[in-house]
């Protein structure tokens, strides 16, 4: 199966500055690369996702860019804000496979 | 647009009990999966349901079951319920087999065994 780890597990980072959590994923198959925000109470919310034939997406704040070669991809969030403070999750998709592969988390905190 | 509903949002079983949870997929999809989410965990797939038929299983006993109704609805069934079984439930729908599809979560069920 699909191994994945996420680093690092948790993040503080002062309000405007940048946040980087990056996923490694065992399965070179692997072709669909989803990032998670997760907050207190709520399921898991799809905030950006990458196909393997792209190697970079961005959506305003947030980008994902994928490494197929290393096997790994990240997160990026730019200009963070108090609302971006959540758990993240990579959840990377084996081309074979039908379930999504989740990482541990990252916690991020945003301080004012 | 209704997205993923579950219900219902929280419950208390006792242990040897039996639990069933209910999801309503997003609307325009036909396909839906199962996760647990144990505390500070990642989710782990449990099974995903297709045309009303188990498609793909987790590692997870017999004790999981589910299905899938004609209106892509879904019931996940838990028996013989143990502690390690308290978690978050949760349901995420999705339009058709196979991979890149992008998949929707609902808020999922709060399931307490004492």
């Known amino acids: 199966g699909e191994n994945v780890e996420q680093h690092p597990s948790t993040l503080s980072v002062q309000e405007g500055d940048s946040a980087v959590i990056k996923c490694t994923y065992s399965d070179s198959a692997s072709n669909y690369f989803p990032w998670y925000k997760q907050e207190l109470g709520k399921g898991p919310q799809l905030i950006i996702d990458?196909?393997?034939?792209?190697g970079e997406k961005k959506d305003q704040r947030i980008a994902v860019t994928l490494n197929k070669t290393a096997k790994h991809f990240s997160l990026h969030i730019t200009e963070t804000q108090p609302e971006d403070s959540a758990v993240y999750f990579c959840a990377p998709r084996g081309s074979n496979d039908y379930k999504l592969s989740f990482g541990a988390g990252t916690t991020v905190t945003v301080r004012a | 647009d209704a997205g993923v509903t579950q219900s219902p949002t929280h419950l208390i079983k006792t242990r040897g009990q039996q639990v069933t949870l209910r999801c309503s997929p997003k609307?325009?999809?036909?396909?839906v999966s199962w996760y647990q989410q144990a505390l500070g965990q990642g989710p782990q797939f449990i099974f995903q349901y297709y045309e009303e038929e188990e498609r793909q299983r987790g590692n997870f006993p017999d004790r999981f079951s589910g299905h899938q109704f004609p209106n892509y609805s879904s019931e996940l069934n838990v028996n013989a319920l143990l502690l390690g079984d308290s978690a978050l439930y949760l349901c995420?729908?999705?339009?058709?087999?196979?991979?890149?599809?992008?998949?929707?979560f609902g808020q999922g069920t709060r399931l307490t065994v004492v």
């Open positions: 995420a729908s999705s339009l058709g087999l196979g991979g890149g599809t992008e998949a929707f």
């Open positions: 609307s325009g999809h036909d396909t």
């Open positions: 990458i196909r393997s034939n792209v």
